[in-house]
């Protein structure tokens, strides 16, 4: 069973940078997918980007495409998600998940394991 960790989130104003970080503990991380989602208050959770076993499978929702850049380090068994040049609607829980491998996931029900969430504010 893995238990995903996140950390990185606070507060930060428009066209700022923040870097989350999801360490996976116990199971398999490098057999995983990884996923970031959000949710804002009165939305559905959405995806937001996800990697698989290796870069040359890699999804971006389009509304941060050339903004963030997802990646893993599978010796710290880490999921990382860059955000630059941020915005007032990228406010949101910031959640991370895990799911089979090998390629990347959109939807959160192909996911099995799901972090506590990050508190991420973006100020205009």
């Known amino acids: 069973q893995a238990q995903l960790v996140e950390s990185g989130g606070g507060a930060v104003q428009a066209g700022g940078s923040l870097k989350l970080s999801c360490e996976v503990k116990g199971g398999t991380f490098y057999t995983y997918t990884m996923g970031w989602f959000r949710r804002s208050p009165g939305k559905e959770r959405e995806f937001v980007a996800s990697?698989?076993?290796?870069?040359?499978?890699?999804k971006y929702a389009d509304s941060v495409k050339g903004r963030f850049t997802i990646s893993r380090d599978n010796n710290k068994s880490t999921s990382y998600l860059t955000m630059t040049n941020l915005k007032a609607e990228d406010s949101a829980i910031y959640y991370c998940a895990g799911g089979a491998g090998p390629a990347a996931r959109l939807t959160a029900g192909e996911y099995v394991y799901w972090g506590q969430g990050t508190q991420v504010t973006v100020s205009s």
């Open positions: 990697i698989g076993w290796t870069t040359s499978w890699l």
